[in-house]
């Protein structure tokens, strides 16, 4: 969230591009805040591509033809996304993953931590803290929703430090405690 991880993934499937290597960008159907063909960043560069149901459709689409499969918004995948990962990478194909590690509560999220534990480099990029101005690695919900998913970007979160979001989370858990206390 606001750590420029699609701008990433976009920057370096243009690099494969102007390689001349084939190149197919996946993200789940899901996703559809910004358009629905678009792998579309917050700075609005943007590149093509395939919204689909499940990872296995990426295995028939990506097919044998490609040297570069790009996914975006990972995390809103099911975790059949960690083999299909892996049978692309086994066949020799390069594979950009971008996703979110965590989710609002901080919990590793969707497929994505099997996915950091079998790729073969790592990136982290960070968001900057809303509050402070340290580097973010947690999204902070400001919508009241318990979903894992909520979909929205400006409006449902924040990029936090780890201290801010702590104190966001106890802060939280006393107003929801203060308002059982008035519901009684
Ligand atoms: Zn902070």
Request: aromatic share 6%; hydrophobic share 40%; with cysteine.
């Amino acid at each position: 969230m606001f750590s420029g991880k699609t701008e990433e993934l976009i920057r370096r499937l243009t690099r494969a591009r102007i390689a001349r290597q084939r190149v197919e960008i996946f993200k789940p159907a899901l996703d559809t805040r910004y358009h629905t063909d678009d792998v579309v960043s917050h700075n609005q560069n943007s590149i093509r591509s395939t919204p689909v149901q499940s990872p296995s459709e990426i295995l028939l689409l990506a097919g044998g033809s490609t040297d570069v499969v790009g996914i975006d918004e990972a995390q809103f995948f099911d975790e059949s996304l960690v083999e299909v990962c892996r049978q692309l990478a086994n066949q020799g194909t390069r594979v950009i993953v971008a996703g979110l590690d965590m989710d609002y509560l901080g919990r590793p999220f969707g497929p994505m931590p099997a996915l950091l534990a079998t790729a073969e480099f790592v990136t982290k990029v960070h968001a900057v803290c809303v509050c402070c101005g340290e580097l973010a690695a947690y999204s902070y919900r400001i919508a009241a929703s318990e979903s894992q998913i909520l979909l929205g970007e400006t409006d449902a979160y924040e990029a936090r430090c780890r201290p801010c979001f702590l104190a966001g989370e106890a802060a939280h858990t006393h107003r929801a405690e203060a308002g059982q206390r008035t519901a009684h």
